[in-house]
């Protein structure tokens, strides 16, 4: 019987022992591990954090081996939360753990609460912590052993459920500190192991928020080795994100703008780190950028920039971009008073910029990245300019911006395709179409443009000319080349242009300066470098030129270029390459300018009253206008002058800019000389009635010597009133008019001028001008000399005819004065405005001698001893003898009267024209011994 019950006693001992340690087990599991966590979990966070936790209730199953806590909340030193959740439920599978692995089934955390701090010296806020909490003797690490390498731990994750999560993060790194609040923050991942698994990965799923701001992160995922695969999407990260991160490469203030990235990715680890991206794509909406924080507003928006087809392979070292849209750009650049433009400050400004440390950088290993752009598109864009380095402020609005490229790649060297069209705000469109090369630089661009309003430039024009552009278009069409592979840079343009309904005026002034309604150059052929232009024609339909001289004598046209500071001592002057052979930096030919209905109106204020004159319907052509010998132009020219005057000009042009003699003429018929009334009040004192003015100008000019000679012939000049003037002549001015004066009332004069065209005191018209005031005076203080011509013809000088000799005592012309008289008639018939005045004269000694040896010999007819006539004669100058009172006056006025019969009756001198003056007794003695008796002229 004993042998029967013992095995039953060790089976129910066996039993209640194993029920023991059940319980104990169940006891432990259930009450004590909850109890000791409770209570170890704050205490340790305090320890090795120094942080301040509550831990709600911890729930334990032994036997599921499951693991559930309540709310967590632990606050760091300063008493601020630094991390919590609601929920936290772990459950392990126990047959992994058989098999040496620790595996947990399933690990869920709801609403949990992360504070993840970037301090200012860019530690984190848990390392801080812990190494507060947990401070290490200096030589500690000397006395560790290294840690050995092995495997990792093999850990398995059924799946991972992170839910309503929301992670603060804190950054301090800036002056200003910024928060951001990711919520709600949601993980799940799936069968995920530690170690090697063949054809088994595990899947994940991140979906976490910041306000609007959305990322989605889901794949596959293996630990051992390191590989994963998915993708990722980052949805509207709005401006304010972007600009703290941002920040320290950013030199621009950020105002508005979301981007969104979405990506597939293969990533490795291994021996051989693979990365690797697909699907790219980038989205930037409504972008808004300021060059600085002071801007009032955003210089820079976008409506939308997309990039497709983005792909990146480390391994391969290759980065490709598809098709890059940008839609509704705008963006406004502004160069301020100094000259920098507001985008460019930022990298600018002083400080670090490397210096020589820096200027040779180390090449990257291996080779270098490929990379590729499939092209650029920009719809509906918009760039301003604005300026304020001219006097007058440009804006310059390109609106309607269109661009697209063909592929961009690292090969520099392979061509780019583009296509450039915008329309200017102010008027006009403009296009280019090509390829550019970007290294070495080329560039091919058909260029485009037409209606461009003028007026938009004019700031940049009145830096060089002093212009006010009231209205006028350019267009333009050609090719343009540059090749920037040697330097100089090389290129050449080829086209036409034209400028349309140009109208400019002097900054301030109402009246016009130049106008025209068309220039038209065709064909332009310029080369950069050397700098050399060609133009074939060059057509000017209607130009208009109005030329003013003001009061002060300045002219209008004096007044477009702006003064400029004074040259450098160190260069050549100008010409002074060409007038040693050599070629000028600049080249150009004109092979044909044509003129068609100009017109040139010239006013003088200096005068009173004002002088203006008009230059109209000028035709003709220009040939051959160089700066390069040997060339050899001409100029073809005609028009009318006042609207009655025929205008022609005519002549060659040697090269301009060197010592070749330029041949040239000009004559003009019919003009009316009262258009030129106020100069002859200046010079003449007197106005201009009536008459004509003939021009026959021959001017050669040789650099900048003039050699001229000015044949002016003036048909029925008629002096008008009187005009006061400081400037006029002091001389007989009706006078000198009358002797240059012929019969047919036409005066003819030569005047030959020479001066330097380079002398700012040199005037052709001032100097042609003066030459025939002084022929006036000159001939009006020797008034015979002036009809040295006719005297001439007669054998006489012009001085003789001013004068005729008698035999003393007598009205007996001597021998050849009778031609003498003869010669003066005929020039008082040639100028019938002058007026001969005749005083009969005698010379008393040597006249009264004669008449006292006619008396004696009474008149011949008895012979006369030299005894008694020697006495008589000493009586006589004795005063002791005399002759009859009368006898010397009856001669002086018989010669008188002998003159003017001779001239009225012998050679038909009207008599209007001979006077008769009281007779004198002051006549002189000429070298034979006659008597003199002088003439004297006056005009009508």
Known sequence: MARSRQPSHKSRNLLVALLAVLVLYALAGFLLLPWWLERTLPDQLEQRMGWQAEVGDIRTNPFTLTVEAGALSAADSGGEQVLGFDRLLVDLNFFQLVRGIVGFEKIALEEPFIRLDLLEDYNINFARDWQRANPEPADAAKSQPEAEAGDPPRLYFGGIDVNGGELLFRDFTQPQM??????????????????????????????????????????????????????????????????????????????????????????????????????????????????????????????????????????????????VALEDLDVALARGPEGQIDWLTPFTEEGDTGGADTAEETPSEGEPFRWSLAGVSVANGRVLWQDRVPETEAEIELASLALSTGRISHQLDEPVTYELKGTLASGGQLSLTGQVTPAPFTLEAAIAGSGVTLAAFEPYLREGANLAVTSGTLS?????????????LTGTFSGTAEVAGLDLKLPGTPEP????????????????????????????????????????????????????????????????????????????????????????????????????????????????????????????????????????????????????????????????????????????????DSGQLDLNLDYEVAGTRIDAS????????????????????????????????????????????????????????????????????????????MLGSIAELAGLSGEELGKVAFEPGSVRLAEGEAEKLAALADALLERPDLLLNIRGSVAPETDGLALLREELTNGGAKTLSDETWQAAREAYLAGERSLAPEALSNLASARGVAIRKLLRETHGVPADQLFLLDPARTAELGSSGNVVVAFTLDVR
Do not use: C
């Open 513 to 688: 300066l130049m106008a025209w309604q068309t220039l038209r150059l065709a064909p332009i052929e310029y080369n950069v470098h050397p700098a050399r232009l060609e133009i074939g024609t060059v057509t000017l339909v209607e130009p208009f030129f109005n030329l003013v001289r003001n009061a002060d004598s300045v002219h209008n046209v004096e007044r477009i270029a702006r003064k400029s500071g004074p040259k450098s001592d160190g260069g050549p002057a100008d010409g002074a390459s060409q007038a040693s052979g050599e070629e000028p930096e600049f080249i150009f030919r004109i092979s044909e300018l044509l003129l068609e209905d100009g017109e040139l109106a010239y006013t003088d204020r200096t005068l009173q009253p004002a002088f203006t004159t008009r230059f109209e319907s000028l035709s003709g052509t220009v040939t051959g206008l160089s700066n390069i010998s040997p060339q050899q132009g001409k100029v073809s020219m005609r028009g009318r002058v006042g609207g009655v005057a025929d205008l022609d000009f005519q002549g060659t042009i040697g090269t301009l800019g060197t010592e070749d003699v330029s041949d040239l003429k000009l004559l003009i018929d019919n003009l009316s000389l009262p258009v030129l009334s106020p100069y002859f009040g200046r010079y003449l004192g007197y106005g201009v």
């Open 178 to 323: 910024a928060e951001f609040r990711i919520t709600p923050l949601d993980l799940t991942l799936n069968d995920l192991a530690t170690w090697r698994r063949e054809g088994e990965d595990s899947d994940y799923s991140l979906q976490a928020a910041l306000g609007s701001q959305v990322i989605e992160w889901q794949g596959d995922l293996s630990v051992a080795p390191l590989y994963s695969t998915g993708s990722v999407r980052i949805s509207a990260v709005d401006h304010q994100t972007l600009a703290h991160f941002l920040a320290p490469w950013l030199p621009y203030d950020l105002r508005g703008g979301s981007v969104s990235l979405s990506s597939d990715y293969a990533i490795q680890a291994g021996e051989v780190f693979r990365l690797e991206t697909s699907n790219g794509e980038l989205t930037l909406k409504d972008l808004a950028v300021a060059p600085s924080p002071e801007a009032e507003e955003a210089r820079l928006s976008n409506g939308a920039l997309t990039v497709d087809g983005i792909t990146f392979d480390l391994n391969a070292r290759e980065f490709r971009v598809g098709q």
């Open 710 to 785: 000015n044949l002016v012939v003036m048909d029925q000049l008629e002096l008008g009133s009187a005009v006061p003037s400081d400037q006029a002549v002091n001389a007989p001015v009706k006078l000198g008019l009358a002797l240059l004066r012929d019969r047919k009332g036409v005066i003819e004069v030569d005047l030959p001028i020479s001066g330097d065209l380079a002398n700012p005191d040199f005037s052709v018209g001032k100097v042609v001008m003066r030459a025939f005031v002084n022929l006036l005076a000159k001939v009006a203080a020797s008034p015979f000399s």
């Open 476 to 488: 333009v069409d050609g090719n343009l080349d540059l090749d920037g592979q040697q330097d100089p």
